[in-house]
């Protein structure tokens, strides 16, 4: 409540509004957000640290400015300044589009302020979200009994994945634990990996295939090598619908392999996973419902506000055993016969009613328009990979998986840095028109402009405005002069490649080791990730047996293994390295390789280079 002083200043007397400032200023801002979903854009619009310090300084307001000031702001200054995820045209990353349901339920959920933590304080919500989590039970194939929880979102899910696998299996943290992913797991993966505790040789990332997904026999060679050495394999987290490019990793393949060995199968779904309501979708996740965990993002395609993830657990009871702490001051909430308090099965304590909103969009308007709305995603993408495919300024580099097209222009005669540099200046001028964003990536080492569509409000001629903006726009000849080429990374011995300090440094971190003739370096599927440069001799480098390459003094192995893939992971060893001969070799341990690679960008730029050449011909 607040009054004016003579002067007509704010002040207010306590931290509550007039029924009839609430109503003025809750119209204002419905009024406002109506008109703001009509507005063409643009897309995005970037701001430099600075430029946002002049525009919201930030000093303390300790004196009141009232809310019709503060929404001008906001209007004015802060909500500008942020990548419009719902517009038609924002294609880049995961588009988050929203329904007006959910985002006024939101709004009453906060206002009511809900607690979603007990069920004797929220039976409600409670009982909303035992009915999504079930809907999205189903729609998994997951069995009857399967239980879930809503999250903060993806990450937070995964992580809880991991977290209830590993009291399931083994109860507190095991030294030789091992985690399974593929290169083209989501980068939370290694993050839970990390936070939970896994040392950087406890996750083998394994290559992918020609088409991105996880590769079984790889995996089931990792999996045996680790039995050997006494390692436990603990679960594999594959991908449904891999945030790349859409890939599914082979679900049922990676259920048989799991069930085998006893293996905790989870399915990173966030993104992909809705899918799984149309026909196609189902198709493309077959096997999904054979998982142990499997983790959702409702605010990705299944068009709820941001914090909005779930993760279900195929065994009943696992989450609460995972997470259930009950002291004294929580022992009112005990429950009874059928009663589930969310709070026992995550991380979370005080907890959003994030089932109010999810049930009330979904309720309102049917699931076969959530379906209808997920379907045109897929049609969409389906549209944007034949496009591409027809278009001979366009080359497709994976085609349409759940939402998901790869490709980029093509200009003849150029390098992999040229084009690198054409198509991010293409995204760049692309973004500048207001109208469209797409993001790129990289696919097995080669650039990639990377278009997702999951918006409910895109459409076909937002789909055909970017690829022909892409395909047409003609590109400055500035832009691919000032890439650097290749050839930049001068040729000679790595050890070249450092400076005197550098060398130093690599004399104080490595050692040195002799191999003799016949000597196995470096096991296939092995988990120890040093890096080595021979001084003399040579090396045979072998797949199945097979000799893929030589190397010899000035040249290096152990690279794919020793750099970063995320999270401080490395890739599993892919291949074997016998010694031919005596060879002399200086061995560098990944965290000291990471460090000299960050102050020498030659050496970086020539192991980066080899790892994504090797990589490719695995
Ligand atoms: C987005 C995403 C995540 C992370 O989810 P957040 O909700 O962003 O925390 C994890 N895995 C995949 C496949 C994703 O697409």
Same mark, same amino acid.
């Given at each position: ?175 030789? /634990? ?41 995996? /089931? /060679? ?397």
């Amino acid at each position: 409540m607040y009054l004016t002083d003579a002067v007509g200043i704010l002040i207010f007397v306590d931290l509550s509004m007039t029924p009839e400032e609430m109503r003025r200023t809750g119209y204002a801002v419905v009024d406002r957000m109506v008109a703001w979903m009509a507005e063409p854009g643009p897309v995005i619009r970037r701001a430099t640290p600075q430029a946002m310090a002049d525009l919201l300084p930030g000093d303390e307001p300790k004196a009141p400015l009232g809310l019709d000031a503060v929404l001008g702001t906001l209007v004015d200054d802060v909500y500008p300044h942020a990548s419009r995820v719902a517009h038609p045209g924002y294609f880049a990353y995961i588009p988050g589009s929203t329904t007006w349901p959910a985002a006024l339920v939101d709004f009453m959920s906060s206002v009511a302020n809900v607690y979603a933590g007990s069920w004797a304080e929220s039976a409600g919500p409670s009982r909303l979200e035992l009915v999504v989590l079930d809907w999205f039970r189903a729609w998994l194939g997951l069995p009857e009994g399967a239980e879930g929880v809503l999250t903060s979102g993806g990450s937070a899910a995964n992580l809880m994945a991991f977290a209830v696998a590993r009291e399931q299996l083994l109860g507190a943290m095991h030294a030789d /634990a091992m985690i399974y992913c593929s290169d083209q797991a989501h980068s939370s993966v290694g993050r839970a990996a990390r936070v939970l505790g896994f040392r950087s040789d406890q996750v083998h990332v394994i290559p992918s295939d020609d088409g991105f997904r996880l590769r079984v026999d790889a995996l /089931a /060679a990792a999996v045996a090598a680790d039995r050997v050495a006494g390692r436990v394999p603990l679960l594999v987290s594959a991908s449904g619908g891999a945030t790349n490019t859409g890939a599914v990793d082979p679900l049922d393949d990676i259920a048989d392999l799991c069930a085998e060995h006893d293996l905790w199968l989870h399915v990173d779904a966030a993104y992909g996973g809705f899918a799984t309501v149309t026909a196609r979708g189902a198709r493309a996740l077959a096997g999904i419902g054979r998982a142990d965990s499997v983790t959702l993002d409702p605010h990705k395609w299944f068009f709820q506000p941001m914090e909005c993830g779930a993760l279900l657990v195929r065994e009943s009871g696992a989450l609460e055993r995972a997470f259930t702490v009950l002291p004294d001051y929580l022992a009112d909430s005990a429950t009874h016969g059928g009663e589930v308090n969310f709070s026992d099965r995550g991380l979370q304590l005080t907890r959003r009613a994030r089932s109010v909103s999810l049930w009330a969009s979904v309720a309102t308007f049917g699931t076969d328009a959530f379906r209808a709305a997920i379907d045109s995603g897929l049609d969409l993408a389906a549209l944007a990979s034949t496009l591409v495919d027809d278009d001979p300024h366009l080359e497709l580099l994976s085609a349409a998986r759940l939402g998901i097209v790869c490709f980029r222009r093509t200009l003849p005669g150029l390098g992999e840095p040229e084009l690198a540099a054409a198509n991010a200046w293409l995204a760049a001028a692309l973004e500048a028109t207001g109208r469209a964003m797409v993001s790129s990536t990289r696919l097995h080492g080669r650039y990639a402009l990377r278009l997702c569509v999951l918006n409910h409000r895109s459409r076909e001629e937002d789909v055909r405005f970017v690829l022909d903006f892409l395909a047409r726009t003609p590109v400055p000849p500035e832009v691919l002069a000032a890439a650097v080429p290749d050839a930049a990374v001068p040729a000679g011995p790595l050890l070249d490649l450092l400076d005197e300090a550098g060398r130093r440094e690599l004399a104080r971190c490595s050692t040195r080791l002799v191999a003799p003739a016949g000597a196995t370096v470096v096991s296939r599927w092995a988990g120890d990730r040093d890096f080595y440069a021979i001084v003399s001799g040579a090396v045979r480098v072998l797949i199945d047996g097979v000799v893929v390459r030589r190397l010899g003094p000035g040249e290096f192995f152990g690279e794919i293994a020793a750099t970063d893939w995320g999270s401080g992971y490395g890739y599993v060893r892919t291949a074997d390295v016998v010694a031919e001969e005596p060879t002399q070799l200086i061995v560098v341990p990944a965290e000291d390789l990471l460090r000299l690679m960050d102050v020498a960008p030659a050496l970086r730029e020539r192991i980066l280079a080899a790892r994504a050449s090797r990589l490719g011909t695995l």
